[in-house]
C-alpha cells in the first residue's frame, strides 16, 4: 500500500461554480449551509441567499472570498469529522484565511472578519484609482520580463503559478496593454480578472500598517498542522510568524509554483483542492512531480473505494 | 523535422478525443472533429496546453510556447479537427513552425 500525505490547498475566491460540486460529500450541504448562515449572521446577511446553480455573487469581489473562505471551512470541518487532517495546508493568495481556519490557528468568524478588513484596507489606499490583475499562460519568467519593463514597471508578478503561468497586478490600463502585448509575444491565453485590487503587489504596502495594528487584535493559536508560506516557502508554525504572513500576504509576490514543489518535497504526493472550482487542479498539471492534485469531491470519492 | 505518416495522424487523433472526452466528461461518441472544443464541450486554453505539453513529451519535440502561441494568434482554432491539424503540424515542423507563413 502507497503512503499518501496529504497536503490541503485552499483557493482565493469564487470564479465560477461548476455544477453539483460536492456530490461524494454526502452531509455536506448542511455543514455548508451552517457555516453560511454563521457567516450571514455575523458579517453580511446577503450571503444567505447564496447558490452555486445561480451562480451567486460572482461579480461581487468580497462576497466571492466570503464564499470560498465559507465553502473552505465547510470541507475542512466535514473532512475533521470524518477524522480526516492533511499533514500540510496551503493557502493560495486570499485562501490563506481558510488554510488558518483548517490549522485551528483562528476561529471560523475571526477568519471572516479578517478578510472583511483586508478588503477594506486595500480598497482604502488604492482608492478610486482603477487597477486590475490578469492572467498570462504560455510566456515563461524571461519572455515577461521585458513586457512588465515596456510598462515602465507599473505592473508586477503577483503570482507565479507554473512556469509558465502568471497573475500580474497593476493599473487597469497597464494591465490592459500588457495582454496585448503578451498575445503578440505568444501567450496561448490572457484573461483580465474582474477585479479591481492589485493583490500582492506593492500598491498595496500602504495597508499593512492599518491591517497589522489589526491583525495583532486578533487571537492566532500555534498551528496545529503547518502552514507553508507562498512567500518565501517557510514553514510557519508559531502565531507570531503567521501574523506576519497574513500581513506580507497582501502586498508581497507569492509563488504557488515553488511552494507546491516545496511540498512535494516533504513528502506530499497528494493535494486536495478544498474549494467548488478546479483553478489549482487544473494548474498542477503544469508542475513537475509525481504527486496528484485532485478536488475535495474526488478526494472524498477515492476515500470511498 | 518529423515525417508524418497515418500512424501518427491516427495516434493523435486518438490522444485528443480521448483527452477531450475525459477532461470535459463527454461521451467519446459526442465529439467529431467539427466539436467546437469552447463552445460545445466547455474546453478552455489551459487543456490546449496541457495537450500541448503531453506532444512534447510523446514525441520529444523541441517547441517553445509562445512559438505555438505567435503561430495560434493567426491561425486560431475552434474545433477539434482544426486542433488536430495544429498539432500535426507542431510536431512536423516544431520551433520552425512559424516558417509556415513566410
Redesign the interface.
Known amino acids: 500500500m502507497s503512503h499518501k500525505k496529504t497536503a490541503f490547498v485552499f483557493p482565493p475566491f469564487a470564479s465560477d461554480y461548476p455544477d453539483d460540486p460536492f456530490t461524494y460529500l454526502p452531509g455536506f450541504d448542511d455543514c455548508f449551509r451552517k457555516f453560511l448562515g454563521r457567516a450571514a449572521e455575523f458579517t453580511d446577511a446577503d450571503l444567505i441567499n447564496f447558490k452555486i446553480p445561480e451562480r451567486t455573487f460572482l461579480e461581487d469581489e468580497l462576497k466571492t472570498q466570503y464564499i470560498a473562505y465559507i465553502q473552505a471551512c465547510s470541507l475542512v470541518s466535514w473532512f475533521k469529522l470524518k477524522g480526516i487532517f492533511p499533514a500540510y495546508s496551503a493557502g493560495y493568495s486570499m485562501g490563506i484565511y481558510a488554510a488558518l481556519y483548517q490549522s485551528e490557528v483562528i476561529s471560523f468568524l475571526d477568519g471572516l472578519v479578517m478578510i472583511r478588513q483586508a478588503f477594506r484596507e486595500v480598497t482604502r489606499v488604492t482608492g478610486k484609482d482603477s487597477f486590475g490583475m490578469c492572467a498570462i499562460?504560455?510566456?515563461?519568467r524571461d519572455?515577461l520580463e521585458p513586457l512588465i519593463l515596456r510598462e515602465d514597471d507599473k505592473i508586477e508578478i503577483a503570482i507565479q503559478n507554473s512556469v509558465?503561468s502568471f497573475s500580474i497586478s497593476g493599473p487597469a490600463k497597464n494591465i490592459r496593454s500588457l495582454v496585448e502585448a503578451a498575445?503578440?509575444?505568444?501567450?496561448?491565453?490572457t484573461r483580465i480578472f474582474t477585479i479591481t485590487v492589485p493583490y500582492h503587489s506593492s500598491y498595496l504596502k500602504d495597508a499593512a500598517g492599518n491591517f497589522d495594528e489589526f491583525i495583532a487584535q486578533i487571537q492566532f493559536r500555534n498551528p496545529r498542522m503547518p502552514i507553508v508560506s507562498l512567500v518565501d516557502q517557510e514553514i510557519l508554525l508559531e502565531e507570531e510568524m503567521l501574523k506576519k504572513e497574513v500581513v506580507r500576504n497582501l502586498f508581497t509576490s507569492l509563488n504557488w509554483y515553488e511552494t507546491q514543489l516545496y511540498l512535494q518535497e516533504l513528502g506530499v504526493n497528494r493535494f486536495v483542492e478544498c474549494g467548488s472550482g478546479k483553478g489549482l487542479v487544473?494548474?498542477a498539471?503544469?508542475i513537475e512531480g509525481d504527486a496528484i492534485t485532485m478536488t475535495a469531491n474526488s478526494y472524498s470519492a477515492s476515500l470511498n473505494q | 523535422m518529423a515525417t508524418i505518416t497515418d500512424t501518427t495522424r491516427k495516434e493523435v487523433k486518438e490522444v485528443v478525443y480521448n483527452f477531450f472526452s475525459e477532461e470535459c466528461e463527454v461521451d467519446i461518441s459526442g465529439i467529431n472533429d467539427n466539436t467546437n472544443i469552447i463552445k460545445d464541450i466547455d474546453g478552455?486554453?489551459?487543456m490546449?496546453?496541457?495537450l500541448?505539453?503531453i506532444f512534447k513529451r510523446k514525441y520529444n519535440l523541441d517547441i517553445?510556447?509562445?512559438?505555438?502561441?505567435?503561430y495560434?494568434?493567426k491561425h486560431p482554432v475552434q474545433t477539434i479537427g482544426q486542433l488536430i491539424d495544429m498539432q500535426l503540424l507542431i510536431i512536423e515542423h516544431e520551433n520552425k513552425l512559424l516558417e509556415l507563413d513566410k
Open positions: 499562460i504560455g510566456l515563461n519572455d509558465c498575445q503578440g509575444e505568444g501567450a496561448l491565453s487544473k494548474n498539471r503544469f | 478552455d486554453s489551459l490546449f496546453l496541457e500541448i505539453e517553445e510556447l509562445k512559438t505555438i502561441g505567435k495560434a494568434v
